[in-house]
C-alpha cells in the first residue's frame, strides 16, 4: 500500500537508470541480493495485502520480486571463500563476468591505496553505500570490547594494549572514509542490535558519521529491525543507520528528515508488515499485517539430504548431540520463528529434528524413518531468505569431494549476512521515496 505522496513520485523501474551502489563489508552478499531485487521467495514471507506491487510473477511455491533500481559496483570483504560464492550468484544473474567488481582484502588497505594515488579503487557516480562493519566486538553473544577490540583489520590478534582506528572495533571510521571519497546521496550501516545498548557507542557513531570533510551528512536516529516483522522466519534484529547528503535532498525532503518524529511518507526505514505476537505498531498498513512466517513455511518442501542433488541441501553439520544445555543442540519449532542463524561451527547448528530420547517432538518425521539431524545449509539459506540459486557449497570436482567453497566455510557464509529479504524491504523504501528525496530519476 502506498500513500499519496509516494503515488505522486513512483517511477516504473525499466525507465530509470540504475543507481551505482557500493557495497562494503559484503561477505557472501545477503544485503547485495536485497538491494538488486529480482529473486524468489517463499510465498508466506511477502504480505501480498500490502505489497503487491513488488511481485513480478509467482507459481505455486514462490513470489518472484521485481528487480530494483540498484546495481552494485563495488563489493568488498576480507575473504576470498565470500568473493567466490558472490561471483557465483551475481555472474549467473548478469550473465557476465564480475570479476573485477567484488576487492578481496582489509577496507583499511584499499583506502590508504586510494590516498596512496590509485583513483580507479573505487567506481565513479556512486550513489548509495551500504555496510555491514564487523561486528564481534558489539555483539550480545561476543566479549562486546566494542571500541576496544584487540584484533585488527584484518581480524588478527594486536600486541598493543591501545585501540587504533585500524582496531576491527573501529572499521566504521573506515566505512566513513569511503563516504568522504565517494559522497554518496545516501548511506547505510548495519550491525547487531547489540551496538545499541553499549553506552555511547551509538551516539558517538551517528556523530562521526555526520562530520565528512567538506560534506554534511544528516544521519537519522538508528532503528532496531526486527527480520520476523518483515517475513524473515527468524528472531533476529539489527540496527540500522541511515545517512543522507544534505545538499542532494530536496529543500522539503531536507526539512522533514530534520523532524524528531519523521512523517510515514518521508521515513527511510520500512513499515513492519508481519506481527510477532499481536504488538500495535499505529501505522497506515496495520489492519493488513499478517502473522509472522512459521520456519516450515520456507522448509517443508525440500528434499531429505540423500536425495537431493543441490549440494547446499546436501551437507550437514554431523556433529554429535551435546545435550540440550549447550548452544545449538534445540530442534528448530517448525510453528514459530527459527532461532537467529549464526556464523557457527558445525557444533552449533540447530537440528532440523532430534531422535525420541533426545527430546525430539516430531513423531510423525521419525517414524517414516527420518534421522535425527542438524539444520542443511540450504535450510539455514532458507531461514535468511536467500534464494535457492545462491550455492553456499561450491564444488572443485564432478566428484564433489573437493570444495571452492566448503560445507563448513558457507555455514560461517549463510550466518554473517543480512536477510536478503530485510535488505530488500529497505531497498523499496528507499527506492518509492527516491524521486522526493533528490528530485531526480
Known sequence: MKSKIQEN???????????????????????????????????ATINKDIH??????????????????FETKFANDISEYAKIAWNDYFSKKRNKNLNG??????????????????KNVFPENVEIVTGGFPCQDFSVAGKRNGFNSYKDHNGKIINSNIPTEETRGKLYMWMKEVIEITLPK????????????LGEVKDIIQSDFSNVNGEEYLVLSPKVLHSGQF???????????????????SKKALEELSKK???????????????????LHYSSVEHLMTMFTKSKDVLLDLKEPEETSDLSQMHYSKAKFMGTHCQG???VDLDKLAPTIRAEHHGNIEYRRLAIEN???????????????RLTLRECARIQTFPDDFNFVISKNEKNTKFEVSPSIGYKLVGNAVPPLLAYHIAKKIESNWNFYFNSL
Not at 517475513?231 to 535532498?249: C, D, M, N, T, Y
Not at 527430546?359 to 510423525?364: L, T
Not at 517414516?368 to 539431524?373: F, M, V
Open 9 to 43: 513520485h513512483s517511477f516504473n523501474n525499466q525507465n530509470v537508470s540504475k543507481k551505482n551502489l557500493l557495497s562494503l563489508f559484503s561477505g557472501c552478499g545477503g544485503m547485495d541480493i536485497g538491494f538488486e531485487g529480482g529473486f524468489k521467495i517463499p510465498k
Open 52 to 69: 503487491k506491487d513488488w511481485i513480478e510473477k509467482e507459481d505455486e511455491i514462490y513470489y518472484h520480486l521485481k528487480e530494483n533500481i
Open 101 to 118: 567488481t567484488y576487492r578481496v582484502g582489509s577496507i583499511v588497505d584499499i583506502v590508504k591505496e586510494y590516498k596512496n594515488g590509485n
Open 186 to 197: 545516501i548511506f547505510i550501516a548495519e550491525n547487531v542490535k547489540g551496538l545499541a545498548n
Open 231 to 249: 517475513g524473515v522466519p527468524q528472531s533476529r534484529e539489527r540496527i540500522i543507520f541511515i545517512g543522507f547528503k544534505k545538499s542532494a535532498l
Open 261 to 279: 518524529d519523521i512523517s510515514e511518507e518521508y521515513n527511510p526505514y520500512p513499515t513492519p508488515t508481519h506481527r510477532l505476537n499481536g504488538e
Open 329 to 331: 543442540q534445540k530442534e
Open 359 to 373: 527430546g525430539g517432538k516430531k513423531i510423525d518425521e521419525l517414524q517414516k524413518g527420518l534421522k535425527e539431524r
